[in-house]
């Protein structure tokens, strides 16, 4: 049965608020252990131990965090593509189980880049010569990592590439569009500072909602570049069948002079 007028938007509105609540909660779920070192180290309101719980959150994301948002932007991309009436949980485990491994892979290297920035930051931002403008560098390169890490889900769940493929080009797409980097990270910072004020979101909407934002912006961008080359294949196109259309033109003239030729010579 199909609600129109108000009603109908009074259901559409309860039919997105089940599906990003249903699919933010598998997410938590799915991340606990994560989730658990990141809420101690909030709930306990000393900056050290905030630091201390990075190592222990660090050790558990490839194995929980990454399978997990694979899986949401597995969900995410099929919304934001058309397919909104795609069936939840078996599209979020599918997702899970194909993307498991390349996400797990791709996990580690993600933590052991992040905890080598990290190392590198805190040791050059406690010295006291000009080495210390060096912090800002590895700063940069933080915030260059959070974009690539966005990319990182948006192409595993839309492209099939091999893992090392994926990190990649999750880098190079972040610095080869840095407009539509910072606006996802500004995007998912905005949500994580909405949600962190009303905490229910943090449960029931945050994940979903910034998965959804940012493979809207990915596919947007996707799309444009797609364009671009199907331009330029149409194009070279065009000019090689010019070309070949000149090149059997010369060939028609050149076999006319020639019978001109041969019967002035008879």
């Known amino acids: 049965m199909e609600y129109r007028g108000l009603m109908g938007g009074f259901y559409r509105i309860s039919e997105w608020v089940m599906r990003l609540s249903a699919i933010n909660v598998l997410w938590i779920i799915c991340s606990i252990p994560f989730f658990f070192f990141a809420l101690t180290g909030l709930m306990s309101g000393d900056v050290n131990m905030l630091i201390q719980s990075i190592f222990p959150m660090a050790a558990v994301a490839p194995f929980t965090l990454f399978p997990a948002t694979a899986a949401m932007y597995t969900v995410a991309r099929k919304w934001v593509t058309g397919d909104e009436d795609v069936p939840l949980f078996k599209t979020f485990f599918k997702g899970y189980k194909e993307n498991f491994v390349q996400s797990l892979v791709a996990g580690i290297l993600f933590v052991l880049i992040g905890i080598l920035l990290f190392v590198s930051y805190r040791f050059y931002s406690n010295l006291d010569n000009m080495l210390v403008l060096l912090s800002y560098m590895f700063i940069a390169m933080g915030i260059v990592m959070v ?38 990270i500004v995007g998912n910072l905005a949500i994580l500072i909405v949600s962190f004020k009303f905490t229910f979101l943090l449960v029931f909407f945050a994940g979903s909602i910034g998965a959804a934002f940012t493979f809207w912006q990915f596919n947007r961008s996707f799309d444009k570049i797609k364009q671009k080359q199907e331009a330029m294949e149409e194009a070279e196109r065009e000019k090689a069948e010019e070309e ?13 002079n020639a019978s001109k030729n041969g019967d002035k010579s008879n």
């Not at 990182?152 to 539509?180: E, Y």
């Not at 070949?244 to 006319?256: I, K, Q, R, V």
């Open 244 to 256: 070949a259309a000149e090149s059997e033109t010369l060939e028609l003239d050149g076999d006319t």
């Open 147 to 184: 974009g690539a890490f966005f990319n990182l889900f948006c192409i595993m769940t839309h492209l099939h590439m091999k893992t090392f493929q994926v990190v990649k080009n999750s880098f190079l797409l972040t610095i080869g569009n840095p407009v539509r980097s910072i606006s996802t």
